[in-house]
């Protein structure tokens, strides 16, 4: 695997205050650029949440799923316990914006969220988690406490790091709750 680490920065934040590096993966067809925030120093076994970019939740406040709350809610906890998140650049579980917004549409004509992905011709989830394998050795990391509800997390995880899995659970809204229980049905998620 090909990559690149940027240089080191400070990185002050409404959750407190953390250090930035990024990591710029070459794929064969894209190059990917994902952002590691931290605090510095790590603890022995961190407090890691693995999220893939969501800027229709993240940056927008989208109602329809959970990664915007789940995001604010890690953050806090990393900076209370020490860790780090680790922000990939694997939009709609990997199938990209322009195609989430499709699948969006789709979930607005009565399709699930699996099943939007699925008609759009794609996998369920399309996410990739080999760069997390080498951000790990970058920073020494051989054991962490991973907050995710998602199974196939825990699981892709454990390749790289001996793993603990923490919950991170958000109050579901009238927008998401539907949502959040096609995932627990449909990907397992531990809700």
């Known amino acids: 695997m090909k990559f690149e680490v940027s240089n080191a920065a400070r990185l002050p934040t409404r959750f407190g205050k953390f250090t930035t590096v990024a990591f710029k993966e070459y794929l064969d ?22 999220h893939s970019e969501c800027l229709t939740g993240d940056v927008f406040g989208s109602m329809k799923c959970d990664c915007g709350p789940e995001l ?25 914006l322009f195609n989430k917004i499709n699948a969006y549409c789709l979930q607005d004509k009565g399709y699930d969220t699996v099943e939007a992905n699925e008609a759009l011709g794609f996998a369920k989830d399309a996410r990739e988690y080999s760069i997390v394998g080498e951000i790990f050795k970058h920073f020494n990391i051989e054991e962490i406490k991973l907050l995710t509800n998602n199974p196939r997390k825990v699981d892709e995880m454990s390749k790289y790091a001996k793993v603990h899995r923490e919950s991170i659970i958000i109050k579901p809204n009238e927008y998401n709750e539907k949502y959040l229980q096609d995932k627990k049905k449909k990907l397992g998620h531990m809700l």
Do not use: C, N, S
């Open 29 to 50: 067809d894209k190059i990917l650029e994902h952002l590691v925030v931290f605090t510095d120093p790590l603890p022995k076994i961190p407090l890691v949440r693995v």
């Open 72 to 96: 604010a809610l890690a953050m806090g906890q990393i900076k209370d316990a020490g860790g780090m998140l680790i922000y990939l650049r694997q939009e709609g579980r990997g199938i990209g």
